[in-house]
């Protein structure tokens, strides 16, 4: 975050605080402090008992358990209440939604076009986040053309730029930022601009040895640490 200090004046998250790493409490502490919209994820719902876990592999349902034991009470009872999205956020006379999954079910999967086509249809505002996939990028409605946008990064910490067209509505993922499941391990982010019609991508490096060491320390299964090392 301190790379992007200074350049924002609200922070949004569209879910997933809590369920691989082993700092729930202090990902959630963070949220709970800095974010002023934020939509709940299918592994913070597991994270805190609002489900069972039974649709996600061993690995994951392991830290599932896991973080319903080291959470504290207090980061218990608001995981338990974070909202559903869709959420409506308002900025520079933009308005724009934020959603976990999807506008029409906040556990589903966005992965390829065909799956935006028949969310593109339902969509109000030019602009709606996502997240779930874990990929940053997103899909870009050119009348009936869907396509997908996949930024791709090559600096220590990089940065594109989207310039976002009158006639074209979007569906953008700011991809993970522990967690990314798109090849690259940097963390990612978006920083988007309604006023001025653009949004930046952003994969900035951090102390991913320092997450795999706590997470095997926690006993947390090898692989979840392992992974982070290869974005995947």
Known sequence: MAAVDGRYDQAICCGDIVGYGAD????????REHCQVVVRGNHDKAGCGLTDAHEFNAAAQAAAFWTRENLTPENLAWLREMPAGPA????????????????????????????????????????????????????????????ALRPYHNADISTLTLELQEREKYLLNPG??????????????VIYSPGDKALEYWRIPY???????????AGLPDVLA???GFGR
């Open 88 to 147: 409506q956020v308002s900025d520079s006379g933009s308005d724009f939604h934020i959603v976990h999954g999807s506008l029409r079910d906040e556990d589903e999967y966005l992965v390829g076009a065909g799956d935006a086509t028949a969310e593109f249809e339902h969509l109000p505002h030019q602009v709606t986040f996502f997240g779930h996939t874990h990929v940053q990028g997103g899909f870009v409605a050119q009348g009936k053309i869907i396509k």
């Open 207 to 217: 102390d991913i040895d320092g997450a795999q060491k706590r997470i095997l320390e």
């Open 24 to 31: 729930p409490n202090r990902a959630t502490d963070w949220v």
């Open 226 to 228: 392992q992974r982070l």
């Open 176 to 189: 993970s930022i522990g967690q990314p499941r798109d090849g690259d391990p940097r963390a990612a982010l």
